[in-house]
């Protein structure tokens, strides 16, 4: 009889089978949905908020850019500001007392709080549509974040920032370790 198990030993052959296909990247797993689920009580994953002040000409290369990603959640402002250049200075014209120029400049400030381990793919990509090798590219910083709560739901750490009771079809690298999904099949 085909349909039989022979003992422990194909009890071992599966769970092998089950372990390398939870650890097998999902884009070569055609149909894989990803439930949103909670790390295992014993691993802890630790929020970043990454700060960056950017040039407002390309806020809208680096938006697209992000979302690429799959960070869609975001905060930004118009800001004024200035670096150690104090601003723009023009040459004084012929007869003027001094040069004249702005003091703060024009930047966009954007907010995302992030996994830990999506610090390093985000930086990369605002560095890859941001740099220009010139004064006033901006500022990148990475701030620890002690506690993040959803208000409507008292929902904390990571699950505050994920959506409800959503099915995300996974592209890519997963957002939990294999251990801490939950894995449907379409």
């Known amino acids: 009889m085909s349909g039989q198990r022979n003992g422990p030993h194909d009890d071992e052959k599966l769970h092998l089978a089950i372990r390398q296909e939870m650890s097998a990247s999902p884009s070569n797993m055609p149909g894989m949905l990803r439930l949103w689920s909670s790390p295992p009580p014993h691993q802890e994953i630790r929020l970043k908020e990454v700060v960056a002040i950017i040039r407002p000409e390309r806020w809208s290369q680096t938006k ?3 979302q690429r990603l799959r960070l869609h959640a ?3 402002q118009r800001v004024l500001g200035r670096g150690r ?3 723009l200075r023009y ?3 012929r007869g003027a007392a001094g040069g004249t120029g702005m003091r703060y ?4 400030m954007i ?6 381990r999506q610090v390093e793919p985000l930086i990369h990509a605002i560095l890859e549509v941001n ?3 010139q004064l ?11 506690q993040a709560m959803r208000i409507r739901t008292e929902d904390r750490g990571c699950d505050a920032l994920r959506p409800e009771g959503v099915l995300e079809v996974v592209v890519g690298k997963s957002c939990q370790p294999a251990a801490a999904q939950e894995i449907a099949y379409a």
């Not at 400049?105 to 966009?108: D, E, G, N, T, V």
């Not at 006033?136 to 002690?146: C, R």
């Open 111 to 116: 907010s995302w709080v992030v996994e830990d």
């Open 74 to 76: 975001f905060t930004q």
């Open 85 to 87: 250049e104090r601003g």
């Open 91 to 93: 040459l004084p014209r």
């Open 105 to 108: 400049l024009p930047k966009r």
């Open 136 to 146: 006033g590219d901006g500022k990148i910083f990475v701030l620890p974040i002690e």
């Open 64 to 66: 697209l850019r992000i």
């Open 131 to 133: 740099r220009t090798g």
